[in-house]
């Protein structure tokens, strides 16, 4: 069974950067996706990053694109969620996941798609 674990959340100024590690366990195929939902208080999950393991396609939401970076390290089952420019909007809890289906665009980005969860990472940004 696949599993995910993602790390590296943690307090930051506005203006400052993280970076967000998720290691995977477990068999995953290229096509593959691999997604970054974030949950902030009082609101529902959004889908804001993902990557397709076989071929790398990244995609961004329209709240972090610019600004967030997502990658991965196929030998070291690692996919990672780099974030500059943080804001306090960027305050959440962020969770890894994984999809058994190659997304199509943006639009496959809900949280709805995704079938294993890891826990979720705390980030803050303080203004």
């Known amino acids: 069974e696949v599993q995910l674990q993602a790390s590296g959340g943690g307090t930051v100024q506005a203006g400052g950067s993280l970076r967000l590690s998720c290691v995977i366990t477990g068999v995953i195929f290229d096509q593959w996706t691999i997604g970054w939902v974030r949950q902030a208080p009082g609101k529902g999950r959004e889908g804001i990053s993902a990557?397709?393991?076989?071929?790398?396609?990244?995609y961004y939401s329209d709240s972090v694109k610019g600004r967030f970076t997502v990658s991965s390290e196929n030998d070291k089952n690692t996919v990672y969620l780099q974030m500059d420019d943080l804001n306090a909007a960027d305050t959440a809890v962020y969770y890894c996941?994984?999809?058994?289906?190659?997304?199509?665009?943006?639009?496959?980005?809900?949280?709805?798609?995704?079938?294993?969860w890891g826990q979720g990472t705390q980030v803050t940004v303080s203004s």
């Open positions: 990557i397709t393991i076989g071929d790398g396609t990244t």
């Open positions: 996941a994984s999809a058994a289906s190659t997304f199509s665009g943006t639009h496959d980005l809900k949280s709805e798609y995704y079938d294993h």
